[in-house]
């Protein structure tokens, strides 16, 4: 089975600070990785994603996450944070290969982020 | 045009009204997704289904059903609505085990 546990439901940043965005897993297989966004009245977009390969994953808006299996963690970052990046961010683990989740879809609770001017 | 619709993107239903979301995609997925989204919980599944005569029940499917119509639509039912069922309902779509999902714009729910 797995689990996704997201530290922190609201995260507030100045507008050009580092965003970090925590999120750590819990899978007794290999996971596949996601972080999702969703901006205000919208429905959740693909930020990235970690398969296979490469731990060090890079998306759009100039977001990257580190796969690090030794921490089950998949953190979020971004080296300056623009106002447009206020959102909710949800990470999410699936196990593809493995017949017991038929490769569905286990969501953290979200975490939103604020941007300060 | 969006690959993932949803309708209607708001309603205001009743205490014991029967009602019908409905979902298509343009993306040919063989897979597609119903879940609630509650201020705090994040998103769980509701039904999903992997293809027209597969339909499975997800970790919160008691109130709901579903319909796969075709490939394409997939519709979400609330046989006799009740105001815990007041939410953003999200569809998604797949194509196979590890394809990524893609979201529908949500349909907000209020029941009173």
């Known amino acids: 089975a797995q689990s996704v546990t997201q530290l922190g439901s609201h995260v507030s940043v100045s507008e050009g600070a580092l965003v970090l965005l925590r999120c750590n897993y819990s899978?007794?297989?290999?996971?596949?990785l996601f972080w999702y966004v969703q901006y205000p009245n919208q429905g959740l977009q693909l930020l990235l994603k970690?398969?296979?390969?490469?731990?060090l994953v890079k998306g759009i808006n100039g977001f990257e996450a580190e796969f690090k299996k030794s921490e089950t963690s998949f953190h979020l970052t971004k080296p300056s944070a623009h106002m447009s990046d206020a959102a909710e961010y949800f990470c999410?683990?699936?196990?593809?290969?493995?017949?017991?989740?038929?490769?569905?879809?286990?969501f953290g609770k979200g975490t939103k982020l604020s941007v300060k001017p | 045009d969006a690959d993932v619709t949803q309708t209607p993107r708001n309603r205001i239903t009743k205490t014991g009204k029967r009602i019908m979301l409905e979902c298509s995609q343009t993306k040919g997925h063989d897979r597609m997704y119903w879940y609630r989204q509650d201020p705090g919980l994040g998103l769980r599944l509701i039904y999903y289904s992997f293809d027209v005569k597969d339909i499975n029940k997800g970790e919160i499917s008691d109130g709901y059903s579903v319909s796969r119509q075709a490939q394409a639509k997939f519709s979400l039912s609330l046989e006799s609505a009740i105001p815990n069922q007041t939410a953003l309902y999200f569809c998604a779509t797949k194509q196979g085990r590890s394809g990524e999902q893609y979201f529908g714009p949500g349909t907000r729910l209020t029941v009173t």
């Open positions: 899978s007794s297989v290999p996971p596949y």
């Open positions: 970690y398969t296979t390969g490469a731990t």
């Open positions: 999410a683990v699936s196990a593809p290969n493995y017949g017991g989740s038929q490769g569905n879809l286990i």
